[in-house]
Structures are given as structure tokens and as C-alpha cells.
């Protein structure tokens, strides 16, 4: 996959581009990323890529030509374009699975009070949100969109299994994990992980995923037609926090 950004600060990508996954996935040459200064795509001397919004009001606004003429030059015939913005659809696994299916991404990174209404009308395909907030640019919601879209891309993840058992894929979330020391402050690691009976771990494992969605993201189960095994999981879990609560009352 190929992904463009255009941003007016490029040099915010330098140090996570070589850095972990998505190091490793440029390295390798699975993911291509390509950060394009937007300031070299203005004319005259200053460079300028932002001016006061028509109609007055706070702050200022990116204008059109430099970024049409960006967008334009670095697209390919299979450009999806998206530019980061609080007003888009919200990012999620579905849609990040979705874009991992793409060859290539054209990113744009607004900043200011976000970029002329025009540059979206002429040259943009969709507008994507990382979350109802604002934040005063679009490079960490492309950095939050690439690292997400790389998890997909096959061998980027060493362990494939390792992004299908993550939390969303399957609809749940992961299951708790547990590693050495095998107790802390005495809290000790379910006995069961220790056993070495993989049929038994992979059934704790469902079950832990499946009441990790129900207390943490309870939402993730609305309109899932549950198996009789994970209703039942659910009922003794249900149970167990009753008997629980029952007992801290007496
Ligand atoms: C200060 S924001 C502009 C907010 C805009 N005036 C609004 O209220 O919709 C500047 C830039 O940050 C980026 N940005 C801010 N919050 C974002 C979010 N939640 N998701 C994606 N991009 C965001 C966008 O690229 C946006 O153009």
C-alpha cells in the first residue's frame, strides 16, 4: 500500500516513520509512506498557505490553490483522498479494514480553522474523525490512521493471529493477558494459562474476551445473536458479581 500525507509539518512524521511497526512495514517494503510539505506546493516567496476566513470570525483558514494543486500531483488514478477532520465519519476496525483493502491513500493534515470548503467540494472522497474532539491538526489522526491501517496489511504484524485475536475484530474485546512474574502483590496468574492444556486455555480465553465486551463494552453485544455457551458464560459471570456484591453488603 501506498500512502501520501500533505501536511504543513512534516517533520512531526520523521521520527515515528522509523520508528516500530511502521518502521518495520516501510522497511520492508509493505507500506510506502510519502509526507509532502504543502508549503511547496504555494506560489511566492512566503510560502503562505492560510488567509482570513470571508465573512469574518476567529481564526484562519488553509486556502484552496496550494492544496488542490498537491492533492492533484501526488494522486494516482487509485487515490482514495481523505482529509482528517472532527466532522468525518468516526475511524473504527471497520473502516480501517476497509482502507487496508485500498493501493493507496492521499491524507491531507488541516490545520487553522481547517481547510477552504472548496478543496473538500473539488478534490477530497471523504472526511475521517479519530474521535468527537478537536485537536488543532490532522497529523496525529494520519498518524493514528496509518499505524491502524498497517496492523492489516498482511505481514506487517508478526503473528498474524495476533491482530485477529485483538479487541474489535471478531466483535469482542481481547481477552486479559498475563505474563512473568506469576504473582504481584498477590495477585496470581489464572491457573489455568499455567496447565499447559491449549484446548483448555483457548476456551478460558473466549470466555474472558466475551466478559471483557460485557462489562467493558457491553454496546459491542447489542443485536448478537449469543451461542447457548456464551450465554450460559454470561449468566455465571452475572451471577458471580451478584454473589460478590451480596457478599460486600452483609
Ligand atoms: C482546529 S481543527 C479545525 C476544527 C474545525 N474548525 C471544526 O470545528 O470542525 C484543525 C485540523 O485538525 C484536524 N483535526 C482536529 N480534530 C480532529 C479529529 N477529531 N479527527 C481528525 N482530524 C482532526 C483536522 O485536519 C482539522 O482541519
Not at 53 to 70: F, K
Request: glycine share 8%.
Amino acid at each position: 500500500m501506498r500512502i501520501q500525507v500533505i501536511t504543513i509539518f512534516p517533520e512531526l512524521f520523521e521520527p515515528w516513520l522509523s520508528t516500530s511497526l511502521v518502521g518495520r512495514a516501510r522497511t520492508s517494503g509493505l507500506v510506502e509512506v510519502e509526507v509532502h510539505d504543502l508549503r511547496f506546493f504555494t506560489e511566492g516567496r512566503h510560502r503562505v498557505v492560510d488567509d482570513e476566513p470571508y465573512g469574518g470570525g476567529a481564526g484562519m483558514v488553509m486556502t484552496a490553490p496550494p492544496w488542490l494543486r498537491a492533492v492533484r500531483e501526488v494522486s494516482g488514478p487509485a487515490s482514495r483522498r481523505i482529509v482528517l477532520s472532527p466532522q468525518g465519519r468516526r475511524l473504527d476496525d471497520d473502516k480501517v479494514q476497509e482502507l487496508a483493502e485500498l493501493e493507496e491513500l492521499v491524507l491531507l493534515c488541516g490545520r487553522y480553522e481547517g481547510l477552504d470548503q472548496r478543496v473538500l467540494d473539488l478534490v477530497v472522497d471523504e472526511e475521517l474523525s479519530i474521535g468527537d474532539f478537536v485537536l488543532s491538526g490532522g497529523e496525529l489522526p494520519a498518524m493514528v490512521t496509518i499505524e491502524a491501517v498497517s496492523r492489516y496489511i498482511p505481514g506487517v504484524v508478526g503473528r498474524a493471529t495476533s491482530v485477529v485475536e485483538d479487541s474489535f475484530h471478531q466483535g469482542l474485546l481481547d481477552y486479559p493477558h498475563y505474563t512473568r512474574p506469576p504473582e504481584v502483590e498477590g495477585l496470581e496468574v489464572p491457573p489455568v494459562l499455567l496447565q499447559g492444556n491449549h484446548a483448555e486455555i483457548e476456551r478460558w480465553r473466549r470466555e474472558q474476551a466475551l466478559i471483557a465486551t460485557y462489562d467493558k463494552r457491553p454496546d459491542l453485544l447489542e443485536g448478537v445473536e449469543l451461542t447457548t455457551e456464551q450465554r450460559e458464560v454470561l449468566a455465571r459471570h452475572a451471577s458471580a458479581i451478584a454473589c460478590a456484591a451480596g457478599e460486600r453488603a452483609q
